[in-house]
């Protein structure tokens, strides 16, 4: 099977459960005298210039997940990014970035920002020592979790020793969109600066975003968004809180039903299937290659027999049944013939017996 070294290594069911359970842990040293049942305020709490509540999920989401502090904040996994970098960057500056295709948002943040990327491949740890002793200038060492391309193999934790030995002075922001609550660790408890990602991808309500790190970039950025419009409402946090608690072990499900699927579609149950693989292209799953020039036709066609054929937000709480869908556009980028030939499938809170029975009917059109 190929691309085994990119695929990134997920909570076991154990961990998952281990995850939820220091999740409630938290929660009960902030929330007492039945505190936890009061769903939240709204408006700027004269001590914290914030809803009261949102100031304390944050400080159950920085114990959580290894930061000094933590943000909460509009737009969800992109609004947490443009949030943090929004305090570290002036416009014009440069940071430093992973030579492969970059997520679209991504992308729109830094021409918005005016930011300048310099580029090396994560993968070759000498070429990133190259560029570290380099490049003076760039005020920002910027990684994403989840793979940019299919041949990524870089080690996050490993990736942000490297950085802070050779460049202490460096603040490293992680992108851990896809992979917070999923992958054994994000980027704050490997030691990085901060890290974001979204809440909705954690069966939270939409738009919200979720910054994780050093106190200093977190309390600028809590006293630039001073507008109460502005906040994440203390009912929407007190949401998102308790969504998350259920996040962990869904997503440990999640993963093995990936990889059940994966094992059943390499062993030929299912003809028409050239290759199988599984990767981390956003959320883990299982990448398709056909044996003819089908995919878009069978992405049209699995709706009829109950899959999903866009996504909603990536795991989000309203994606439930299995995505057949397109392959990344970062894939796509690096590897274009995956358009008609590329499908990604992700089970969701299906069985891989589900998206079996459904790849048969479509394929047995076409045999037919």
């Known amino acids: 099977m190929r691309y085994e070294e990119s695929v990134l290594k997920n909570r076991s069911m154990e961990q998952a459960q281990q995850l939820q359970f220091k999740l409630i842990d938290e929660i009960t040293k902030e929330f007492t005298d039945n505190d936890f049942f009061q769903v939240g305020d709204v408006g700027l709490h004269p001590e914290y210039h914030r809803p009261l509540v949102t100031a304390r999920v944050e400080k159950v989401l ?3 997940f290894g930061g000094e502090h933590c943000a909460l904040v509009r737009g969800s996994g992109t609004g947490a990014i443009r949030g943090i970098l929004s305090v570290l960057v002036e416009p014009g500056d440069s940071v430093i970035v992973h030579m492969a295709p970059m997520y679209t948002t991504t992308k729109e943040t830094f021409r918005l920002m005016g930011l300048q990327q310099s580029t090396a491949d994560f993968n070759d740890m000498n070429a990133v020592g190259e560029l570290l002793e380099k490049d003076r200038s ?4 910027y990684v994403q979790h989840a793979r940019q391309q299919p041949t990524d193999t870089y080690q996050l934790q490993d990736l942000i020793a490297f950085v802070k030995n050779k460049r202490p002075d460096l603040p490293i922001v992680v992108d851990d969109n896809y992979c917070a609550m999923k992958m054994q660790g994000i980027g704050t408890e490997y030691g990085a600066d901060y890290s974001t990602f979204s809440g909705f991808k954690l069966m939270g309500p939409q738009g919200i975003g979720v910054i994780i790190g050093k106190r200093e970039g977190i309390e600028k950025l809590h006293a630039r968004n001073y507008s109460g419009g502005g906040q994440v409402q203390g009912y929407e946090a007190h949401e ?3 969504s998350m ?16 699927l994966c094992h059943r579609l390499a062993s030929g149950e299912v003809a028409g299937i050239k290759e199988v693989y599984i990767t981390n292209s956003q959320s883990k799953n299982v990448i398709v290659e056909l044996e003819q020039p089908l995919a878009s036709m069978i992405i049209e066609r ?9 996504p909603v937000g990536a795991e989000s709480r309203f994606e439930l049944v299995p995505m057949i869908y397109r392959v990344s556009g ?5 590897q274009p013939r995956l358009k008609e030939y590329g499908l990604r499938i992700n089970p969701m ?3 891989a017996d589900t ?11 076409f045999r037919g």
């Open 240 to 242: 998102l809180l308790r």
């Open 138 to 141: 760039s005020r920002v060492f």
């Open 349 to 351: 809170k299906a069985s």
């Open 330 to 334: 970062s894939f796509l980028e690096s």
């Open 245 to 260: 608690v259920f996040a962990p072990v869904m997503l440990a499900i999640q993963n093995e039903q990936v990889e059940k």
């Open 355 to 365: 998206v079996i029975r459904i790849l048969e009917h479509v394929l047995q059109e």
């Open 62 to 64: 920085a114990q959580t």
């Open 302 to 310: 699995a709706s009829r027999y109950g899959a999903a054929t866009y």
